[in-house]
């Protein structure tokens, strides 16, 4: 597949069955995502990479404290998304994918979250390309999970990336047009 296939084929899968796919893929993946440019080539990225069931376990028990709160809290338009699209507070994936992917950003770098973010795209890809799907989880309660998993000084976590093999039903979004996004100067 070319990457533009492989863009239209990802999606964000949120169930995951439990088969353990190859570290190499996952490891694939990563090196897909270091060659991503980045603020004076800082390269400003740091993974960890999670199996171990206690503590994913730990890991969700500590998002789904997060989540109840900001359910809580959400009202008006963002609330009535996340019903429409049957979100709630439980966030199994983080239990039931095979790996946790945590993606920092050393703080101290020029740019350093938009070079991250720019490596995540790449790492989306290449998983893709692996048959392996993710969503990218953006927690409610960064600190309480950072003070867990305790990344190296001045990492900032970005995303949690669930990652396996998709039993998610839910099908691909439509895209805009490109007449919609693309303008181009005469
Ligand atoms: C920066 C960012 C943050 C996101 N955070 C979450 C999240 O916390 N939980 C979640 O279930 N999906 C999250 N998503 C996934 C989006 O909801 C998803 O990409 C979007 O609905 C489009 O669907 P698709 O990826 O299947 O095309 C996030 C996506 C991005 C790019």
Known sequence: MN???LAKKRKTVRKFNNVIPPIEDIIYAINVAKEAPSGKNDQP?????????EEKNKIREICEKGEKAFYKN???RLREWLDKMGFSWKKEFLSDA???????????????????????????LALEEKGLSTVTYTPSNYNEITNFI?????????????????IDPKPKYERKNIDEILIIKK
């Open 3 to 5: 990457i533009q296939e």
């Open 45 to 53: 990225w740091l993974f960890m990479l999670i199996s171990n069931n």
């Open 74 to 76: 959400s009202k008006g």
């Open 98 to 124: 095979p790996y946790l992917l945590f993606v920092f950003s050393y703080q101290i770098s020029p740019f350093s979250k938009e070079s991250v973010w720019l490596s995540i795209g790449y790492l989306l």
């Open 150 to 166: 305790a990344p190296p000084e001045n990492y900032k976590l970005e995303v949690i990336l669930p990652i396996g093999y998709s």
